[in-house]
C-alpha cells in the first residue's frame, strides 16, 4: 500500500490535499512543480522542496522519478498537472496531483519558497 493510499481521507484515487502532502515524512514523496514557465515565472514561489520540470517535456524526465511516489503540481490543479499525472500514471508511477494546485497549497497557508532554478 502506497503513502497515498494509506491517507485515504484527504484525497482520491488521482490527488492529494495540500495538507495530507505537507505532512507525509520528508523525502517520501517528490515534489514536481509542473507550472508552465511564464507561471511559474510570475509567481515567483514554490512549494518548498519542489522541483521543477517542464510539464510538456515529461517524456524526457519521466524516469529521473521511477520508483517514487510523486505529487506534481500546476497553478490550480486542473489541465497541466492532470495531464502530467496521467501520463506518469500511464508509465506505471505512483503518481498523485496536489489538490488545488500551488493556489490550493498557498490558500492552506502552508509555507512557500523563492523559486529556486538551480532545481530546474
Not at 510538456?56 to 521511477?66: H, S
Not at 505529487?71 to 506505471?92: I, W
Request: aromatic fraction near 8%.
Amino acid at each position: 500500500m502506497s503513502q497515498f493510499q494509506s491517507m485515504s481521507q484527504f484525497h482520491n484515487e488521482t490527488s492529494i490535499s495540500p495538507v495530507a502532502l505537507a505532512s507525509s515524512p520528508g523525502g517520501l514523496v517528490s515534489i514536481i512543480d509542473v507550472r508552465k514557465p511564464a507561471a511559474r515565472a510570475a509567481s515567483g514561489l514554490a512549494i518548498p522542496g519542489a522541483l521543477w520540470r517542464h510539464p510538456f517535456d515529461a517524456a524526457n524526465w519521466a524516469d529521473e522519478f521511477t520508483g517514487r511516489q510523486v505529487a506534481v503540481y500546476c497553478v490550480h490543479g486542473h489541465e497541466v498537472s492532470q495531464a502530467v499525472r496521467g501520463f506518469l500514471t500511464d508509465l506505471g508511477m505512483d503518481a498523485m496531483s496536489v489538490e488545488g494546485g500551488f493556489e490550493g497549497w498557498r490558500q492552506a497557508g502552508l509555507p512557500v519558497e523563492p523559486v529556486d532554478d538551480r532545481h530546474a
